[in-house]
């Protein structure tokens, strides 16, 4: 509980460091959400032009996109320069943050706290009239509504310990951007649709290596389809759980091999 306690406190510094650029703060908010709108409505007018593509029609596909856009702003929110690790190791900030009385992480998730506005009023919108479609067509019902919630934690957690994963081999090899673009943005990219479109090998990548295939499309397919079973979605919790771990386990080794600037 201190330790929750402590990361509130940074968070509202964070927040209050941040609001001191209002005009910057909201304008880059309504950016975001211009960006993440044009995005979807060029995949909308492709998909506009079939009734489905492999089984999933434009509003499972919605449901795809909103689902791990609203993750990754969950995530990006609490964590956000957990991706940014690269400026603490280039510069050496990452020194300053080693001498703090709270754990490195915490003290990591708490600089530039970034509430990301505009992607969770797209993403919600986005989500809102795809279950509200699906639900007059009887194709899921209300109880896609909580889960879908739980879906969104999941993710948010299951991106969080992709993207610590990745920033951790930067005490490593330091400069980790390229290797971000791989794991966190183009892998994130392919979940915005159906994982059917992919070969094998790849579907395989994104489901073990990379595993962000369980952030939306493996949960989805017992919420808007029903497959598997119940069992589906406590089975993903538990993955996450002990990926998660993992991830939190190789950012502790990679501290003991940190090695400053010297600056």
């Not at 708490?110 to 279950?131: A, D, H, K, V, W």
Request: aromatic fraction near 14%; include cysteine.
């Amino acid at each position: 509980m201190n330790t929750l306690r402590m990361y509130v406190l940074l968070i509202r510094a964070s927040i209050r460091s941040r609001m001191q650029y209002k005009f910057n703060f909201w304008l880059s908010t309504l950016l975001a959400a211009v960006v993440n709108a044009t995005d979807f409505l060029l995949i909308s007018i492709i998909l506009w032009k079939f009734d489905n593509i492999q089984e999933w029609s434009l509003y499972d596909i919605g449901y795809l996109y909103s689902t791990i856009l609203l993750s990754k702003a969950l995530y990006r929110s609490f964590a956000n320069d957990v991706h940014h690790l690269e400026k603490y190791l280039v510069s050496g900030d990452l020194d300053g943050l080693l001498i703090r009385p709270v754990p490195v992480l915490l003290a990591l998730m708490s600089q530039n706290f970034r509430p990301m506005f505009g992607e969770c009023i797209q993403g919600g919108i986005i989500l809102t009239l795809c279950l509200s479609h699906m639900m007059s067509i009887g194709q899921v019902t209300w109880l896609a509504v909580p889960l879908t919630l739980l879906i969104l934690v999941i993710g948010a957690a299951l991106l969080f310990a992709i993207g610590l994963g990745t920033a951790t081999f930067g005490f490593w090899i330091t400069r980790i951007s390229d290797l971000q673009n791989l794991t966190e943005d183009a892998a994130r990219t392919a979940v915005q649709y159906p994982m059917d479109l992919y070969p094998l090998w790849l579907r395989t990548v994104l489901l073990t290596l990379i595993p962000v295939g369980m952030a939306n499309y493996i949960p989805a397919l017992y919420v808007l389809r029903g497959e598997f079973g119940w069992w589906l979605l406590p089975g993903v919790m538990l993955f996450t759980v002990v990926f998660l771990g993992l991830m939190l386990r190789f950012w502790k080794l990679g501290l003991t091999r940190y090695q400053s600037t010297g600056s």
